[in-house]
């Protein structure tokens, strides 16, 4: 449960939580992605490609890390290059970068809570939102305990709970299931589509059984292209492709499309 | 903001940063306790000395908190956040600021309450330096911060402090105090800091404050460029109003305290703490002097300052050469050596009477041997060791060779085997001598044969 913001109730013009238009963003003097045209609205998004592929780039693009070189981008109705709309973006933002930074000697309760004011939320609301959120992912009896304490998994959870802590509109999530044992990635997924169901939740990864279990929509780029926008399903049905190679249809799939990709350009 | 100053207080390095602090103002004012537990100028001397170093261990330690973000990673989480950049940097700033502040206002603090309760006379210029100091402190630490912020490599802290030590080291090397160093030494027993260096001390100050906060907090060219402007306006300040002659006489230090009842016996306010036992050996003395006509019937501590007299470089130009002491009729003066803030001056009766209670003329007496030979004969005693006016308070004193005690002990045989009268009138000729600045042929007046 969560309290509903005025901001929240006021009629919306834009349906997606994510719109590009031919983005275009550059990592240092690469074109990491290269004109990505692209509509997301609530529900949980999985984003697969391979290494280099440009998924890291648009995650930072997408959390206002960085700026687009090229194109349109507006999230969540906001203009992406709109610097008086960009702080009210940022506090309905949620944003797990995969290689996130915490100070080793914080507790998980001082990272969230250090991290809820940073993302503007009320000071009253802040103790209870990162109770709720340490218990949401399963460290409530490691609250105390200081970060640097932590196995690669508590942490990575750690992470998650700062990022939802503000009950994000738009939540990017880079790797976050690093680390994570499969009990716990059972249970991130459940969390993933409770957050779904109201949010837009962006997750990239190379874990494709993770997608396909927890994900409505799958977003697979290669070379910084968008190559392919569907169901899980529509993947685990290209599996039966005879390019695809991997341990699961959807691996299957996911490999056949990269292939199919490879060879057209 | 109060919930994340209280995280950063406890999680980021302000407790170690702070603790240093204390420790090294703790060793300063510790090792040099005695020297300054009755003094104001010493303690403002002392103070400034222990800012000096501290400065230095704050801006490393701002440094270090400054590099934390981007050594940890943490600055691509924080950059997709709202607040704007000073905010960000707001509780981190201040519990740096609050940390230093707290740890060196306590230790300062503490430091005047015990001058307060144990010296004999008060002088608050000690106290005004204290808002100063802080203020120097925070921003050193803020600079540091920004510092950190801006270059995250890991020889940024180090290198703060080695320079901050090193500037300063070079600019008080000359021995002639400089604005923008806190090692200048110069405080004399009645002097207090004067208020034109408070005031260079708090623009500096205020310079470096101003400076850190927009350094740390902005990533704007042009505030960066008023912060750096703020820094460059407040070390020019300093340097231009913070005079050479940083010490000025203090009427309150030098003021006369007397004792009750006769001889009267005198002793500056800054020394009323050791009135009791000077009275008593005072009085001792000028009962020896007594034997001699026109004998003294008051003692008054010298308080002849190195800066009242207008010398500058006080370390090399301590002694009173060529000037004339101002005491009426009938009045001498003795030197008070109160070493370690003792309440007793152990030698300061045999001091008096070294000379005949006319040493301490103004004149350069090289030869201390017929001072003593007089101070033997007042004494009744069989040798003396010898005493040079104005020397008394050497940290390392010389012993006398025994060839020389033996010197002395012969001429005060000799002196007293001269008819009595003959011993007074050439014992009175020699005080007058001395009084006159007649300092050649001396042990002739006292032993020489034929008439005195």
Redesign the interface.
Known sequence: MRAIRADELQPTTNPWAIESQDLKVRAGKYLAVRGLSLNLGSGVHGLLGPNGAGKTTLM?TL???IKPHQGQLRLLGTAADDRRG??????R?G???Q?????????VR?YV???A????MP?AA??GAAQRVIERVGLADRADAKLKSLSGGMLRRAGVA?AIVNDPDLLLLDEPTVGLDPEQRVQFRELLREIGQDSCVLVSTHLVEDVVAACSDVLVMDQGLLVFQGRPADLVDRGRHPDGVGDSPAERGYSALLRQHRSAS | ????LR?EL???NVPVVALSVFLVSALVLGLTFREWLRDWSQLAEMTEQAVGLTAALAAAGGAVLGR??KR?????????????AWQ?VAPTAGALSIGLVAVQGLILAAALVLVRVNASYQSYSAVWQLGPDLAVLAGAGLLGLAAGRAWSSAFVAPGLAAGLVLVQVVFSASGVPHPLSFFNSGASTWTRLADEVVLGRAALGAGLLVAGILLAASRNWAVRGLGAGALVAGVAAALVITPVQRFEVDPAARRLVCSEGAPQVCVTAVHAYALADTTRQAREALGHLSQLPDAPQRAIELNYDPVAAGLTDTSTSTLPWDTTPDVAPGTMQFELVLKDGAATDPDLMRSMVSGAGASLNGCRLDDPRPLAVAGAWLTDAPTFEPISPYLRDMPFPIPTPPEEMQAIGAAVAKLRALPHQQQVQRVSEFREALRACRTKGLMDILIAPGPA
């Open positions: 930072r959390a206002t890390v960009l702080r009210p973006l940022r506090r933002l944003y797990l970068p290689n996130f930074g915490y100070y080793p000697k914080f507790t001082d809570e250090y991290l004011w940073l993302r503007e000071a802040v103790p700062q | 903001m109060i919930r994340v995280i406890r999680r980021s934390r973000e940890s990673r943490a600055d691509e989480l924080f950059a997709g956040t709202g607040r704007p960000k």
